[in-house]
Structures are given as structure tokens and as C-alpha cells.
């Protein structure tokens, strides 16, 4: 009991500024209760009925501030797990590192987390988080208050708490204010925090893209220096966020900002070689236009046609240098294909699963040359015809090939027959000549096996 109030007392470290909240009316904030879905307003209100807390938390109340309409809900409550999964009977927990529980209305699904703490559960042992060598934090998974919740969390204009019953904003750290300002600043050290998770740092880049912001200079003086600490995050998490930053519809410019902050080595080492190449940075920039054009007009993006642009430079370099080798095109394309896709392995940790799609837009480039005879025709019938072609047009308008071959395409789909026949080259290409099979001895003609 001593030790534990000597800890308390001196140990300890203090909360961060601010842990009272700032509370603005709907006045002061215009946040509208009809802006929310009925699934969040229903969740928040049921948990509210139920004698516990229930706040619209994080990205969606920042979204709400910025005039922007949110992707998703989350909501904060005291209610534990296990209260939260039996006052929704559509609703489930998961994860085991850290207990939530998703509600689901419909086709509509809220994540609900309980309040989370910067501090260890009081004990015997040190009161002090467990972190390895480098600062980063090996456990988080506290309960706490409402205070303790948003002092956790990462940037201030994250760390905002919406009332949906009284249509107020708790602000814990100046989170409206930075809004207003366009400013992204971290809660607490910034030293500490990106120690803590380095993967602090590309969501900073990710979000000051996304939201036009700027950082902090206090927020962005550490990262030159700590930027080496991604090196110790699985590359799966790396992957995971990397996802989200070129998917985010400012791919573009979230690119550009993980390298002005020096942070792609530890996300897209591949950069240095791409944008450093005229071409390639114009096809790089090309595709990610592209992407975000899409993700803004609501149609699908892939992720494998996406991350098929960013390694694409890199099989079109070895893929020369293996034909300057003396290895034929066509099994030179295919070597370079899984030398590549091996080597970033260990930097990106691209999952499988996208391998497929990936090297069947690749292996198709090389037949959109091919405009004699049949082969066209035997193309456009091609599952991955839609994505190879959407590629042809990246690699066209980036000057890799000749925008000439992407115009005869996107003339070729819509000609009628008439129009296809005139517009196909001659086949010069030899034929295979037919092997004649040799009779036996005595064999004839009418005798021979039919072929």
C-alpha cells in the first residue's frame, strides 16, 4: 500500500494538460444530431438510457467540425464489453488484445470501445507501462474514465467527444480550435508518443494529406530523428497503414508528404527509385491521380491494380536487364515478376492474396502489342482485359509507351465489326509450321491412324 502511494505521488506521470474537458454547446460547434446515422444516434441513446456514457468519439466528430460527411462511427462508453454485447442483441465482441464490440443496424456497423487508460492497473510491480528498449509501448489495455481515454489518444483534433443527448463536444486538448486552424498537433510529448508507437508518425503524414492540414513544427521536430523506429514494426502493421494512406481518395499527396517527412523508408522504400526516374514518377502519379479521381466519385479501387502501379518501375527495370541478358521477353517478364515481388517482402509485406491479380496485369502488357489477327479479339475476352487496359493507359500517358497503342485500344472496344477488321495490322509473325508425321514401312495412306 506504501509503495503504491510513494508511486502515485512521485513515480507517476502526470496527466496531460487539459484533462478537464472544454464543453461547447451545439452553438459553438454546429454539429447537428440528424448529420449522425440512426445507428450511431440509436447506439449512443442506448447506452445513455442504460445509466452509462455514450459519446460519438475520434474521426467522425473531427469530420462533423471539418463540413465533411464520416466514412464510419465509433463510439466511447464506461460501459464494459461485456455490459455494452447485452444491451444490443445484434452486436458482437471482438479482439483479444483489446476487448470492442461491434453493433450492427442492418448493413451499418458501429465499433464501441470502453474508456482506455495511459496507466497500469495499480499493482505491486512498477506502475509504469511496459515498453521495450526504443520507448514503444508492449501494453495498452487499461480501463479508465472518459479523461484518461482522450489523453491516450494521438492527435488532438482525434480526441473529441460528442453528446448526442445534449448536443455537446467535450474537448479535452484544443481539438476544436485545431480544426479551425488546420493544425495537426500531438497530444502530450511528441517525443514520447511517437516513441510509444512509431507508427504515430505515418499517421501523421496520412492525415495532414487527407485533411489539407499542417503539422505542428513541435509535433513534426522528432520525426527526422525517430523516423528509424519503423524498422521495429511488423510489416504487416506498416502494410495495414500504407493501405489506408494510398486509399484514402489523397493518395497523391500522401505520398508526397511521407517523403518530404523522410518517413517512405520506413513504409515505401521504393520511392526513392521511382520518383527519382521521370517516367516513373509520371506513372506514379498518374495511377495515384487516378485512384483518388476514382475513390472520389464513389467507384471501386483495387489495391492490387494500386500496388501493381507502385512495383511496376521497378519490373520494368529488371525486366530489361534480364532481355539485355540474353533472356528471351516473355520468360524474362515472368522472372522479374517474382524477383520483385519477392524482394519487397521484407519491406512492405504486400499479402498474396493481390500476387494473382497483380502479375496478370503485368503478363498482359506485352499482348496489347500484338494487333494482328486473332489476338485481339482473344484479349478483350480476358477476365483482367478492363484492369491490363487501365494500366496500358497509365503506362501511355506517363510516356512509357506510345499513346498511340492506349488510343488504338480504347478505339478498338467500341468499333463495330467492320471497323475492328480495318483497323487490324497484317500478322507477319511466323507460323508454326505443321510437323508431318512419317509413315512406318508398308504404312498407306489408308491405313495411317487419323490425327
Given at each position: ?152 489518444r494521438d492527435f488532438t483534433i482525434n480526441a473529441l467527444y460528442y453528446d448526442v443527448v445534449r448536443e455537446e463536444v467535450h474537448d479535452y486538448f484544443g481539438g476544436v480550435a485545431d480544426c479551425k486552424k488546420r493544425v495537426l498537433r500531438m497530444i502530450g510529448d511528441p517525443d514520447t508518443r511517437f516513441r510509444e508507437d512509431p507508427v504515430r508518425m505515418l499517421r501523421a503524414a496520412r492525415f495532414a494529406a487527407k485533411l489539407d492540414f499542417h503539422i505542428d513544427p513541435e ?233
Amino acid at each position: 500500500m506504501i509503495r503504491r502511494f510513494i508511486s502515485k505521488v512521485f513515480g507517476r506521470k502526470t496527466r496531460a494538460p487539459g484533462s478537464g474537458a472544454h464543453i461547447l454547446p451545439q452553438a459553438r460547434h454546429g454539429i447537428r444530431r440528424d448529420q449522425l446515422t440512426d445507428c450511431a444516434l440509436k447506439t449512443c441513446e442506448t447506452l445513455t438510457q442504460a445509466g452509462f456514457k455514450g459519446y460519438l468519439v475520434g474521426g467522425a466528430v473531427r469530420d462533423l467540425l471539418l463540413g465533411k460527411t464520416p466514412k464510419d462511427f465509433d463510439v466511447a462508453t464506461d460501459a464494459t464489453p461485456e455490459e455494452v454485447r447485452r444491451l444490443f442483441r445484434r452486436s458482437r465482441i471482438i479482439g483479444r488484445r483489446f476487448q470492442i464490440v461491434h453493433v450492427m443496424c442492418g448493413r451499418e456497423t458501429i465499433e464501441v470501445t470502453t474508456f482506455r487508460s495511459n496507466e497500469q492497473k495499480d499493482t505491486d510491480e512498477d506502475d509504469e507501462r511496459p515498453t521495450d528498449e526504443h520507448g514503444r509501448l508492449l501494453s495498452d489495455n487499461v480501463f479508465g474514465s472518459m479523461a484518461d481515454d482522450a489523453a491516450r489518444r494521438d492527435f488532438t483534433i482525434n480526441a473529441l467527444y460528442y453528446d448526442v443527448v445534449r448536443e455537446e463536444v467535450h474537448d479535452y486538448f484544443g481539438g476544436v480550435a485545431d480544426c479551425k486552424k488546420r493544425v495537426l498537433r500531438m497530444i502530450g510529448d511528441p517525443d514520447t508518443r511517437f516513441r510509444e508507437d512509431p507508427v504515430r508518425m505515418l499517421r501523421a503524414a496520412r492525415f495532414a494529406a487527407k485533411l489539407d492540414f499542417h503539422i505542428d513544427p513541435e509535433t513534426r521536430r522528432p520525426v527526422a530523428t525517430l523516423a528509424p523506429l519503423l524498422a521495429n514494426i511488423p510489416r504487416a502493421r506498416i502494410f495495414d497503414e500504407a493501405l489506408k494512406l494510398l486509399m484514402s481518395g489523397h493518395a497523391l499527396r500522401g505520398v508526397h508528404q511521407l517523403r518530404a517527412e523522410g518517413l517512405h523508408h520506413g513504409m515505401l522504400p521504393l520511392l526513392d527509385t521511382i520518383l527519382d526516374d521521370p517516367v516513373g514518377e509520371r506513372f506514379i502519379n498518374a495511377a495515384l491521380k487516378t485512384t483518388d479521381t476514382r475513390i472520389a466519385q464513389d467507384k471501386p479501387a483495387s489495391p492490387a491494380f494500386l500496388f501493381g502501379t507502385l512495383l511496376w518501375p521497378q519490373v520494368l527495370l529488371r525486366w530489361r536487364a534480364l532481355e539485355a541478358g540474353g533472356e528471351k521477353p516473355q520468360p524474362a517478364l515472368f522472372i522479374a515478376m517474382d524477383e520483385v515481388l519477392d524482394a519487397q517482402r521484407g519491406q512492405l509485406a504486400i499479402p498474396r492474396r493481390y500476387d494473382g491479380m497483380m502479375k496478370e496485369i503485368w503478363a498482359l502488357q506485352p499482348r496489347f502489342e500484338q494487333r494482328g489477327g486473332q489476338r485481339p479479339y482473344r484479349l478483350l475476352e480476358h477476365p483482367r482485359f478492363r484492369a491490363a487496359y487501365d494500366f496500358l493507359l497509365l503506362r501511355a500517358e506517363s510516356g512509357e509507351v506510345d499513346l498511340e497503342l492506349g488510343e488504338w485500344w480504347t478505339r478498338f472496344q467500341d468499333a463495330d465489326d467492320a471497323e475492328r477488321e480495318s483497323m487490324l495490322k497484317v500478322d507477319s509473325s511466323p507460323r508454326p509450321r505443321r510437323k508431318r508425321k512419317r509413315k512406318k514401312p508398308g504404312e498407306t495412306a489408308s491405313t495411317a491412324p487419323a490425327e
